[in-house]
């Protein structure tokens, strides 16, 4: 991956897997300028750093959702090794134990990524309780409308049995007149 190209898109490399917001190795040893293959080494040289709450590895479907939903990591498909995903405290450890100016500067960005991920999620939480909201609104608007023709309903049938009793009493009335 280019540089450039990732630079102005982090939040597209945050995934969610098993109710965490997580960023896979391939992705971040890309960021670091590091093989995939070394910081996985460091990580489980250092493997007391990352609880499950920091890392975890991907189970193979858990690997092929993931493949499935973006190309781009296609080659993961025919991996005989799972990726390790990591959490934004686990990004945030990882700069402990690749130890370089480029993780530590690569952390910096990706931290900023996260909170503008989340930020981005409150956001649409607040659009989805307003959306929400206005539903609700239109429900109750919805039903008083019905409610209100139901109503009309009633009363034209009410208003035209009255008008056939009418007809008839006025039928009934006629024919005594004429008798």
């Known amino acids: 991956m280019e540089e450039g190209m990732i630079r102005g898109s982090y939040e597209s490399l945050i995934f969610e897997f098993r109710g965490y917001k997580v960023m896979i190795d391939i992705d971040l040893a890309t960021l670091y300028e590091t093989e995939t293959k070394v910081l996985k080494q460091q990580v489980k040289r250092n493997i007391n750093r990352f609880p499950p709450d920091f890392m975890f590895e ?4 858990e690997t092929v959702q993931l493949v499935t939903n973006c190309d781009r990591l296609s080659s993961l498909k025919h991996s005989s090794v799972n990726p390790m995903v990591f959490t934004e405290q686990g990004v ?3 700069s ?3 130890r370089s100016n480029k993780a530590i500067e690569m952390n910096i960005e990706i931290m900023r990524a996260f909170a503008r991920y989340r930020a981005h999620l409150l956001d649409n939480k ?3 309780k307003k959306l929400g909201e206005l539903d609700d609104k239109i429900n109750r608007v919805f039903k008083y409308l019905l409610d209100r023709i139901q109503g009309l309903n009633r009363t034209n049938r009410m208003m035209s049995a009255i ?3 009418i007809r008839n009493n006025a039928r009934v009335i006629t024919r005594g007149k004429s008798h």
């Open 96 to 98: 402990s134990v690749l």
């Open 92 to 94: 945030a450890m990882l």
């Open 58 to 61: 991907l189970t193979k479907e």
């Open 163 to 165: 008008k056939l009793d």
């Open 126 to 128: 607040d659009i989805s």
